[in-house]
C-alpha cells in the first residue's frame, strides 16, 4: 500500500467503520422493533398471542443471520482475486439492495426473504473491511483492525440503533429500513472517495480459499465462537419483550436499554481488540467465563430497572470482548486464506445469532418466559470456554509433536502451527 497522509488514513478508517455502523443498524434494530414487525405482519397470532407472535418475528433475527452463515464463505471463495476495495463496494451495494427490499417487502415470507440477502455480504465485508483497516494501522494489527470496523457497529448500538428503533416505533418499522438503507448508500460513496486501493492477497484463489475449510482447527474455533456466543444474542434478540414485559416499563424505554447494550459493546470491543493483540489465550478464556458470569447476573436482576440496564451493559462487554480475540484466532487458523478465515469468523458468529435467536424462541414460546434464555446462554456459553481449553490443548499437543529435538533440525517453516503463546 502506497504511504498515506494521516487524515487520509484516518479518513479511510472512519469510511470502513461506517460500514461497521450500518451493519450494526441492519443487525440489531430489528431486535428493537420485533412486536411492531410482529403486530404489523403477524396480526392474526399477535391478537391470540403475543407471545408466539414476538417468537415468530424472531426468524427476522435468525435468517438474517442464516444470511450470513450462507454468503461469508461463498463470498470468500469466489472473491479471492477481487482487490478487497473494489469487493468492499460490490458488498455495501448487495446491502442497500437488501435492506431496500426488507423496508417494501409486502409480508412477512418476502421480508424473510430480503433479511436473507442482507445478510450474505455481512461476513465477507467484515473480512475484508478489517483486513483493509489492518493493513492501513500497519503490521501485527490484526484484531485492531477488525476492532476498528467492529468500533461501527458498537456505536449503531450507542447511538444508531436506540434513534433508528424509535424511529421505527413513532413512524412505522419500514421507515427504520428505509434510514438504513440511506447509511449504507452514504458508507458506499465515502469508501469510493477516501479509503485507497489494496489487491487481493498475493497467489489467492478459490481452491486456496476453500481449503482452509479442511483445517480442523478452522472448524473447532468457528465451533468455539458458534456455541459460546450464541448465550448473548439469546438475550440480545429478545430484549425489547424483556424490557417491557419482565421489567414492566414501557416501549419507550426499549431504545435506552439498546444504549446500554451498546455501551457495554464499546467498551467489552475496545478492550477486546486491545487484550487480544498481545495474550490471545487469556483474552478468549477471560471473554467467555465473563459471558456467563453476565447472563447469570442478568437473569437474576433484570426484574428491575436498575438491574435491567446494568445487566444489559454487561451482557454487551462481555459478548464484545470476545469478538476480535475470535476473529483473529481464525485468521491464524488459515494462515494462507486470511479473508476465508475472516469470514468463517462471521459466519460462526452468526450462527450464534440464529442459534441463539432461535432456541430465545423456543424457550418463550414454550412458556419458561422471557429470562429463560440467559440461562440458557450461560450454559451455551460454558461449553463454549470447554471447547477454547480444548482447542488450546491440542494446539499444545501439536506444537510438542513437532518440537525440534537434538537429532533433527527442525527450521520455522516445516512447523504448521503457531506456538502456544501466539494462540
Avoid at 476492532?147 to 427504520?176: E, F, K, M
Avoid at 424505554?253 to 487469556?282: F, S
Wanted: glycine share 12%; hydrophobic share 55%; aromatic share 6%.
Amino acid at each position: 500500500m502506497p504511504p498515506l497522509t494521516a487524515t487520509r488514513r484516518r479518513a479511510a478508517l472512519i469510511a470502513l467503520a461506517m460500514g461497521g455502523f450500518a451493519v450494526g443498524l441492519t443487525e440489531f434494530v430489528p431486535m428493537g422493533l420485533l412486536p411492531d414487525i410482529a403486530r404489523g405482519l403477524l396480526p392474526g397470532t399477535y391478537a391470540h398471542s403475543s407471545a408466539h407472535a414476538n417468537s415468530d418475528a424472531g426468524w427476522v433475527v435468525s435468517v438474517y443471520a442464516l444470511g450470513v452463515v450462507a454468503g461469508a464463505p461463498t463470498i470468500a471463495a469466489l472473491s479471492a482475486r477481487v482487490a478487497r476495495k473494489r469487493l468492499v463496494l460490490g458488498l455495501l451495494v448487495l446491502f442497500v439492495v437488501g435492506t431496500l427490499a426488507s423496508a417494501v417487502a409486502p409480508n412477512f415470507a418476502l421480508l424473510l426473504l430480503a433479511r436473507f440477502v442482507a445478510g450474505l455480504p455481512h461476513g465477507a465485508y467484515f473480512g475484508a473491511a478489517g483486513m483493509l483497516a489492518a493493513n492501513l494501522l500497519g503490521p501485527g494489527s490484526q484484531a485492531k483492525g477488525f476492532a476498528v470496523v467492529l468500533s461501527g457497529l458498537t456505536t449503531a448500538n450507542v447511538v444508531g440503533v436506540p434513534l433508528i428503533t424509535g424511529l421505527g416505533q413513532s413512524t412505522g418499522w419500514r421507515s427504520a429500513y428505509l434510514a438504513i438503507a440511506a447509511v449504507f448508500l452514504l458508507t458506499l460513496l465515502a469508501v469510493r472517495a477516501v479509503v485507497p486501493e489494496a489487491p487481493a492477497h498475493p497467489g489467492g484463489s478459490p481452491r486456496s480459499e476453500l481449503a482452509a475449510l479442511r483445517a480442523p482447527r478452522v472448524w473447532l474455533a468457528a465451533a468455539v465462537a458458534a456455541i459460546g456466543f450464541s448465550g448473548f444474542f439469546a438475550v440480545d434478540s429478545y430484549i425489547a419483550p424483556i424490557t417491557t414485559q419482565v421489567t414492566g416499563l414501557s416501549s419507550a424505554a426499549v431504545p435506552w436499554v439498546l444504549v446500554a447494550v451498546g455501551l457495554g459493546m464499546t467498551v467489552g470491543n475496545a478492550a477486546g481488540g486491545w487484550c487480544a493483540d498481545r495474550q490471545l489465550r487469556r483474552s478468549l478464556m477471560a471473554g467467555f467465563l465473563g459471558i456467563i458470569a453476565a447472563l447469570v447476573v442478568f437473569a437474576l436482576i433484570a426484574h428491575t430497572t436498575a438491574g435491567l440496564f446494568a445487566g444489559a451493559f454487561l451482557v454487551g462487554a462481555t459478548g464484545l470482548f470476545v469478538g476480535p480475540a475470535m476473529q483473529a484466532r481464525l485468521i491464524a487458523a488459515a494462515p494462507r486464506a486470511q479473508l476465508m478465515g475472516a469470514a468463517v469468523n462471521q459466519s460462526a458468529m452468526n450462527t450464534a445469532n440464529s442459534l441463539g435467536a432461535a432456541i430465545g424462541g423456543l424457550a418463550i414460546a414454550g412458556g419458561l418466559g422471557y429470562l429463560a434464555p440467559s440461562w440458557l446462554g450461560a450454559g451455551l456459553a460454558a461449553v463454549g470456554c470447554v471447547l477454547t481449553a480444548a482447542a488450546f490443548a491440542a494446539d499444545d499437543r501439536t506444537a510438542r509433536n513437532h518440537r525440534p529435538t537434538n537429532n533433527t533440525a527442525t527450521t520455522p517453516a516445516e512447523i504448521p502451527v503457531p506456538s502456544a503463546d501466539s494462540l
